[in-house]
C-alpha cells in the first residue's frame, strides 16, 4: 500500500532563516499529496496540496512540488518566522482513494526570534 | 461557517468508564474521520463515514470502540470501558467529495483515562 515519510524533528531555526522539511512516499497510481500544519492546542489545517506530477502547491510563503521521479514532495520556506512555529505533517491519499489518507509522523518546528 | 464542532474539549475519566465523544462536521461535508493522536503512533484513521454510512473501520481499535452518524449533522465515537492506554488527543474531521478531498479538523478532545 501507499506509504509516507516525513523527516525526523525537532526543528529548530532562527528567525528569518530557510526551511526545509523532507517527505518522501511510496505510492501506487498517482494519489494527491499534502502538507497539513497543526498549531498548538488547535486541530490540523490544510496548508498546501498538489494533485499531480510537477504541480506546486504554495502558500503563506510555503511551497512543495510534486516529484514523480524522485518520490518526494519536501516543504520549503525562504524565509521563516516566529508564528511558523508548529507540527507539520506530509500526507499523501491511498491507493485510488484520496478520501482515505496516509499521513506522517509529522514534524515539529520551532522558531525562534 | 462554524467549522467542524467537537465536545468535549476536555474529559478527564477513570478507568472502566464509558467515555462518548461528540462531532458536529461542516453543513454539507458528506465525509467524517474520526482519528487518534499519541506521541508514540502519530496520527491514526479510526473510522471513516460517507453520508452516514461507516466505509473503513479497519483503525478501530477493539470492540471497546464503536461509532455511529445517525444523521449528517452529527456523530459520536464512544469507548465502553475505557482504558488508560486510550489516552490521547481524538480529532474529527469532514470533507467534501471529490478527487482532491480537503479535511477539515475540529479542534480536538483531549481524553485521559486514570
Known amino acids: 500500500g501507499n506509504s509516507v515519510t516525513q523527516m525526523e524533528g525537532p526543528v529548530t531555526l532562527s528567525e528569518e532563516a530557510f526551511l526545509t522539511i523532507n517527505c518522501t512516499y511510496t505510492?501506487?497510481?498517482?494519489?494527491?499529496l499534502f502538507w497539513y500544519v497543526q498549531y498548538p492546542g488547535e486541530g490540523l489545517q490544510l496548508l498546501l496540496k498538489?494533485?499531480?506530477a510537477d504541480d506546486k502547491g504554495s502558500n503563506k510563503g510555503f511551497e512543495a512540488t510534486y516529484r514523480k521521479e524522485t518520490t518526494s514532495f519536501h516543504l520549503e520556506k525562504g524565509s521563516v518566522q516566529v508564528s511558523d512555529s508548529a507540527v507539520y505533517f506530509c500526507?499523501?491519499?491511498?491507493?485510488?482513494?484520496?478520501?482515505?489518507?496516509?499521513w506522517g509522523l509529522g514534524t515539529s518546528l520551532a522558531v525562534n526570534p | 461557517d462554524a467549522g467542524v464542532i467537537q465536545s468535549p474539549r476536555h474529559e478527564v475519566t477513570e478507568m472502566g468508564q464509558e467515555v462518548t465523544l461528540r462531532c458536529k462536521p461542516i453543513s454539507g461535508h458528506d465525509y467524517l474521520f474520526w482519528y487518534r493522536q499519541t506521541m508514540m503512533r502519530g496520527l491514526e484513521l479510526l473510522i471513516y463515514f460517507n453520508n452516514n454510512v461507516p466505509i473503513d473501520d479497519s483503525g478501530m481499535p477493539e470492540d471497546r470502540f464503536s461509532a455511529k452518524m445517525p444523521n449528517a449533522s452529527f456523530s459520536t465515537l464512544k469507548i465502553q470501558p475505557s482504558e488508560p492506554r486510550d489516552s490521547a488527543v481524538y480529532f474529527c474531521a469532514s470533507s467534501l467529495r471529490g478527487r482532491t478531498d480537503t479535511q477539515y479538523f475540529g479542534p480536538g478532545t483531549r481524553l485521559t483515562v486514570l
Open positions: 505510492a501506487t497510481g498517482y494519489p494527491s
Open positions: 498538489a494533485t499531480k
Open positions: 500526507a499523501l491519499g491511498d491507493a485510488g482513494n484520496n478520501r482515505k489518507l496516509i
